[in-house]
């Protein structure tokens, strides 16, 4: 049989999960930029002490959506309410699928009357594309793929981020005026290296920032003159070995799978979506195992996005979380791993005998959609989705979602690391033995200025 579509490809396993589980793809990779432009500790350690310059311009993708419909459309698949969202405004865009489960999330931006952006990984985009061209919006829609994905060498827009203590320093230099008080993911426009330059307040570690943006071609002007001005506030480039770990102190889950394996109202997308795509392609890793993939479907409260899910308007799934939103939900917290019980781990590197799971620094991600499974006294209370070392921290920390009755701070719990029987037959992984990892239920962000500040800002998406 000729596979051409996702739902052909899921016809050759015996079940989505083992197809995800046997995919030959590690995590996701951040090219375009240096792994390191001095070390990832020092990185790491700046966008808590100084300031740090992110070049996002490469690892994500943009779609485009313009119209007289492109707000309908947004409307009709997101979770969250439009109702106050005007132009020079940005938000956390959430749909899920007809039984409520996370398709995935990324930005977006309203650039101009309808005229917006969405920015982040694929499914979210491929969900939005798919009604775009099927569902009878008048709207037009534009991928700019990541570069990974591209041989002409070049973007629609460059994209940065300046944030930490020095932040504000920085664009004041940078712009020669003080940067205007704008409320979290609001938009305004600043001129940099003589260039125009669109700029949403943001900060992706808690700290205060901007987010930059702009043609292409203007990048290198403009890049320039924020390293420059960022000489004198100890300002740091961050490296894509940094980059994958800064989630872990604000709170933000990068890897919800999207929830498109099954349901039959699914199957029409399944068919449009290629085989050889994001969701074709993807891998599961860890040690929470399910022959039901539907178990690793994540709903908006597992996320965080709770206070997202607006009942204001219709849109898929409207149904399906109207019936979840009375129930008790999971909490999404963040787990401090036990120093003596990963440098175990570490020590079996150098020992006899079958070892575990090899730990790589600072992140230790090693599939594209992490699940390890979180125990009490041997029984799974929850999972954990992305993993890594914050040097600033000093801890070795994973984001987790646990059963409501385990998630209150200072408890104890135990993430199971490494997989089952050895491993799978991914790459990245050699044959190795689980080994279980005490860890204390922490707040999310874990950060103490991420919980004050980046996290009052989400809230306010919710207005």
Known sequence: M??????????????????????????????????????????????QDTCVLFNQSYH????????????????????????????????????????????GDVILFYL???????????????????????????????????????????????????????????????????????????????????????????????????????????????????????????????????????????????????????????????????????????????????ANVEDYYLTPWDLGYGPFVKFDHDFIGRDALEKKAASDHRKKVTLALNTDDVMAVIRSQFEKGQPGKYIDFPSAVYSMHPFDKVTVKGSTVGLSTWIGYSYSERTMLALGILEPDFAGPGREVTLVWGEENGGTSKPTVERHRQMEIRAIVSPVPYAQTARKDYAEGWRTQTA
Not at 68 to 96: C, H, R, W, Y
Not at 135 to 155: F, I
């Open 60 to 103: 994500m993708a943009d779609l485009f959506i313009e119209g007289p419909d492109a707000l309908k459309l947004l409307t009709e698949l997101g979770i969250n309410s439009f109702k106050n969202f005007k132009v020079d405004q940005a938000k956390q865009f959430v749909p899920v699928n007809y039984d409520g489960y996370v398709i």
């Open 112 to 290: 101009d009357t309808n005229k917006f952006s969405l920015v982040g990984r694929a499914p979210t985009l491929n969900w939005v594309t798919y009604h775009a061209q099927t569902g009878g919006y008048n709207v037009e829609v534009k991928l700019d793929q990541r570069w990974a994905l591209r041989n002409d060498g070049k973007r629609i827009f460059y994209r940065y981020q300046v944030q930490g203590p020095n932040a504000m320093k920085v664009i004041e230099k940078a712009t020669g005026a003080k940067p205007p008080e704008l409320k979290f993911f609001n938009m305004t426009v600043m001129k940099i290296g003589g260039r125009t330059v669109r700029a949403l307040r943001h900060g992706m570690a808690g700290q205060p920032g901007f987010e930059l943006f702009g043609p292409w071609e203007e990048r290198e002007e403009v890049h320039q003159a924020l390293v420059e001005a960022g000489r004198d506030f100890g300002m740091y480039l961050v490296g894509g070995r940094a980059y994958s770990t800064n989630t872990l102190e604000s709170g933000w889950i990068p890897s919800p799978l999207p929830a498109v394996y099954t349901g039959e109202k699914m199957k029409a997308y399944r068919k449009w979506l290629p085989a050889a795509g994001y969701e074709g392609s993807c891998s599961l890793g860890g040690s929470f195992t399910s």
């Open 2 to 47: 000729l596979v051409k579509s996702l739902e052909d490809k899921l016809a050759g396993f015996s079940s989505p999960a083992a197809m995800l589980r046997e995919a030959q793809v590690g995590p996701n990779v951040y090219p375009g930029v240096a792994s390191e432009f001095t070390n990832w500790r020092d990185e790491q350690r700046g966008w």
